[in-house]
Every structure is written in C-alpha cells, then in structure tokens.
C-alpha cells in the first residue's frame, strides 16, 4: 500500500490587502519568491535643520516626520540594507525593484543595491514639470527625482513593454527622463484638516508608466512604504494585484479609502501593444499546411524585382535558391539577413498582399482561443 504524504502549505499571499507593521519584518513573513514586482519610495532621510519659509515668512509642510529621520548616515546605511535584503527574498527569479529618491539618499541606496546582488538595469529621471521653488535662493531648484530599475540578479529575466511604453511616447522610443506633474488639485489627498494627507505622495501618471512598462495584468506589486497608497490604486486599476505596508495609521486610514473607491479597467482597455518577439511563433510552414497558401504558388518581392514558388515543405525556391522565406530573400537581395514576412506578398484578386497578413490571422485566432 502506497503511503500519502501530505505536502505542508506555505502562507497565503495577502493579495489586495494593506499590512500594518514594520517593512522588514512583515516582509520576512511573507512566502519567498512570491512578488513579481517592488515599488519602493522609502524615507529620504532630508537631514532638515529647521524650518523653511517661503518668501512671505509663511511656513513650507516640509518633510519633518519622525519615519523621515536617522541618527546618522550609518543608521540610515542598516536600515536600508536590511529592507533590501528582505524585499529580494521576495521577489520571483524573473523580479525586478524600482526604487526612488532624491538626492539625499539614492546614491546611498543605489551602491546598497548592486551590495545586496541586484542588477542595474537604468537610473530614470523624474523631471517634475511643476517642482516647488528654492525659496532660499541658495542652490538650485530641485526639479527631480531619482528612480532605479533592477533585476533581482545579473542575467536575470524580467519583464519590458517596449511596444507599449512606445505608444505612451506617441511612437518614440522612451527615454529615460520622464517630465511629470507632481500630486497638485484634486490628486492630492487631504486629511479631515484639509492638510496634505502625506507630504511626498506620488503622482499615479508615474506608477502607471512604471506598471505598464515592467508589469502584466495578474502580476503582483509590493510597495513596502505604502503611504496614502498610489501603488495600490494604479495597480487595482491596471489589473495587477498589489501588497502595501505601511506602519503609519494615519496613512493605512486614508489608503483604505482611496482604495475603495477605485474600480479597474475593463479587460481589452488593459491589453497593451506588445513586442514583435512576444507574440506567438507562426511557422510559414502553417500558411502551407492551412492551405493559406498552395504549393507552387508564386510569391513576389517588396521591390517587385523577384519571385519565387512555394513547396509543399514550407520552404521557396527560386532562381536556383532553395530555402526558408528568409534565406530566398536574402540570397536574391545578395544581402546578409531578410525579414521573409514583410519581403514576400502574394496576389489575390489582383492585389499584392505582404504575407505576414496571413500570420496575423493565425495570431488572431490563437488570442482567441479560451485559455
């Protein structure tokens, strides 16, 4: 008689939910390898010595909170690689961390990165369009901000919409530096004071690139400093799942209600433009076997200059060159390399029609299919 062994379950990922306490220590209880995707806008440790005014000698809602402040660099230096340590175990084999700051402590966490084993992918700048002024007039305006891009390890994998950032930049290739608003009007939250409910909130058009850009619907997001909760709610409404941390309740309450009140995008407005490597391998061998295209049918190059015939093998032939789509049309071109799906078209009711339409069909047809 075989014996059953019975395999002991792990805890349960707290999908959607806000967790109270200190980042590193509810992140050491949660299942490793378990996130696909950390967003980290953790104290920047300003080292404030007084109050700021502005011109008129009224006061600036600066930064002064106690979690902002560290005895000392080297205080700051343990905090910061202990929460990395624990956000890595984290993170899945193919995870990657955004982290930002400012430049009081990003130089600081950027060497505690590479440290700890993570991989540098980018440093993105966050140019604000609308940054607050120097009121002392003694440096210059801080008009930015600092985000690092890192894969869990070198060589690891992770995910990069390219296509899709693309369309964001109306067809331009993004870059990376990113003019954004600040939170001003109505995206900024306010308590039951009519205060700033947080006084670094981010503003969700800069969650929304990073999400689009390095995440997929059904990914899980972690923001270990959760704040009034801007990752949750970009990622509730991209159909991501998220986990927040947060110590503070005044922040956890006004999270909370924000997020209650946000409702995700329908499934086809979250679809996004995806890389050509991405979609699915399509063999020209199965336009043949489909009887798409007939075997000794002739096909013709972009320039008109050349044709060739079809085999019943999904290869061509043409001017005593055999092979693949690819291989004919490079051969004929006399050039190295050739892309056969937008070299080749064929006719059909005396139209030329380039044969990756036919590809696309197939594509189409395998999206389609239920999972």
Not at 89 to 117: C, E, M, T
Not at 229 to 240: C, N
Request: net charge neutral; hydrophobic share 35%; with cysteine.
């Amino acid at each position: 008689m075989t014996k059953m062994t019975k395999i002991k379950e792990g805890p349960m990922l707290p999908l959607n939910t806000i967790l109270a306490g200190d980042c590193i220590e509810v992140m050491n209880s949660l299942p490793e390898a378990s996130v696909d995707l950390i967003f980290a806008d953790p104290p920047y440790n300003l080292q404030l010595k007084g109050d700021l005014h502005r011109p008129d000698n009224s006061q600036v809602d600066a930064v002064d909170d106690a979690w902002d402040q560290f005895s000392s660099f080297a205080a700051y230096d343990s905090f910061t690689q202990d929460w990395l340590k624990a956000a890595r175990r984290l993170l899945k084999p193919n995870g990657a961390i955004w982290v930002i700051g400012s430049y009081h402590n990003i130089f600081r966490v950027g060497a505690a990165l590479q440290d700890a084993g993570y991989w540098i992918l980018n440093d993105v700048v966050w140019r604000k369009a609308n940054p607050m002024p120097n009121f002392r007039g003694k440096r210059f305006t801080n008009a930015h901000e600092t985000m690092i891009w890192a894969s869990k390890e070198e060589g690891g994998k992770y995910t990069f919409n390219y296509e899709a950032l693309k369309s964001l930049n109306e067809g331009v290739q993004m870059r990376s530096d990113w003019v954004l608003p600040i939170c001003t009007g109505h995206e900024r939250l306010k308590n039951e004071a009519g205060d700033k409910a947080h006084p670094t909130q981010k503003p969700e058009s800069l969650l929304h690139r990073i999400l689009v850009g390095s995440t997929n619907p059904g990914d899980v997001i972690l923001d270990p400093f959760f704040g009034t909760g801007t990752t949750g709610a970009v990622a509730k409404m991209l159909g991501r799942d998220y986990i927040g941390i947060e110590r503070e309740e005044a922040y956890r309450e006004v999270a909370e209600k924000r997020l209650k009140g946000i409702r995700k995008f329908d499934r086809e407005a979250l679809q996004v433009s995806a890389s050509k490597r991405a979609e699915p391998r399509v063999p020209f061998g199965q336009l043949v076997e489909r009887g798409m295209l007939r075997p000794g049918e002739e096909l013709y190059s972009i320039n008109k200059r050349h044709k060739a015939k079809v085999r019943a093998d999904g290869t061509l032939i043409g001017d005593d060159v055999k092979g693949s789509i690819h291989q004919v049309g490079a051969a004929l071109e006399g050039a190295p390399s050739c892309n056969g799906w937008t070299y080749w078209h064929f006719k059909r009711d005396g139209k030329t029609v380039p044969i990756d339409l036919l590809r696309q069909q197939i594509r189409a047809e395998m999206a389609d299919r239920p999972n």
